[in-house]
């Protein structure tokens, strides 16, 4: 069973950095995609960025890409969303998220952390 765990969130303001990390046991970590979606309120969970299974690919959401930065340390079991030049609009629940085909993953298939609060204040 894939068990994920979050950390790192809190209240920034705009402009401010935050890096994301997230935990995962109960599964061959270096086997699985990773990646990070974000919901905010109201609105529908959206992809952020993923990582392949050995960090050799990675992509990114238009809303943050130059802003953003995913990495994973396989020898750790940890995946990282550095979060660079924060907006308000940033604001959410980031979810970490994993799977064995990160196409399907990207498309929101795979296992879910329980999330952690960003908010970035203006």
């Known amino acids: 069973q894939v068990h994920l765990v979050e950390s790192g969130g809190g209240l920034v303001q705009a402009g401010d950095s935050l890096r994301l990390s997230c935990a995962a046991a109960?599964?061959?970590?270096?086997?699985?995609?990773k990646a990070w979606f974000r919901q905010a309120p109201g609105k529908e969970r959206e992809f952020v960025a993923v990582?392949?299974?050995?960090?050799?690919?990675?992509d990114y959401a238009d809303s943050v890409k130059g802003r953003f930065t995913i990495s994973r340390d396989n020898a750790k079991n940890t995946v990282s969303l550095q979060m660079n030049s924060l907006k308000p609009e940033d604001t959410a629940v980031y979810y970490c998220?994993?799977?064995?085909?990160?196409?399907?993953?990207?498309?929101?298939?795979?296992?879910w952390g329980q999330g952690t609060q960003v908010t970035v204040s203006s």
């Open positions: 990582i392949s299974w050995n960090g050799g690919s990675t």
């Open positions: 998220a994993a799977g064995l085909d990160i196409l399907r993953l990207q498309n929101g298939i795979g296992s």
């Open positions: 109960g599964h061959t970590f270096s086997s699985y995609a």
